[in-house]
């Protein structure tokens, strides 16, 4: 499988229930699709259930951002301040890169 059969956003392994996922979005709505040109397998990742649920229907920069800004949000909450401060949690400022960026065919993970 592609990516070393993990999750192509997160990088988890994908056990045999997973998700095709359209890197471009395609938009489902009332039996009709917008974008069919993109509902193609060159256009489509292995993603697990959770990630593709929440990409939804965002380009990978939306997803991207999506995920940066919650972080900004948990970091702010009460309940990531206290996590932080009982170090039960790091937070990192790196850039969201996904497994698929960094994924190199043949490498280990």
């Not at 993603?47 to 919650?70: M, Q, T, V």
């Not at 932080?84 to 949690?89: A, I």
């Amino acid at each position: 499988m592609k990516f070393g059969g993990r999750c192509a956003y997160c990088g988890c392994e994908l056990g045999e229930k997973w998700h095709a996922d359209h890197v471009k979005p395609v938009i489902r709505f009332n039996g009709n699709m917008l974008h069919q040109e993109r509902d193609d397998i060159s256009n489509m990742v292995p993603a697990c259930h959770p990630c593709n649920l929440h990409k939804h229907c965002s380009s990978l920069e939306d997803y991207r951002r999506i995920i940066s800004d919650g972080r900004r949000e948990f970091l702010a909450s009460g309940k990531g301040k206290a996590l932080v401060r009982m170090g039960l949690v790091e937070m990192k400022s790196d850039p969201v890169v996904f497994w698929f960026e960094k994924y190199q065919e043949g490498a280990t993970a």
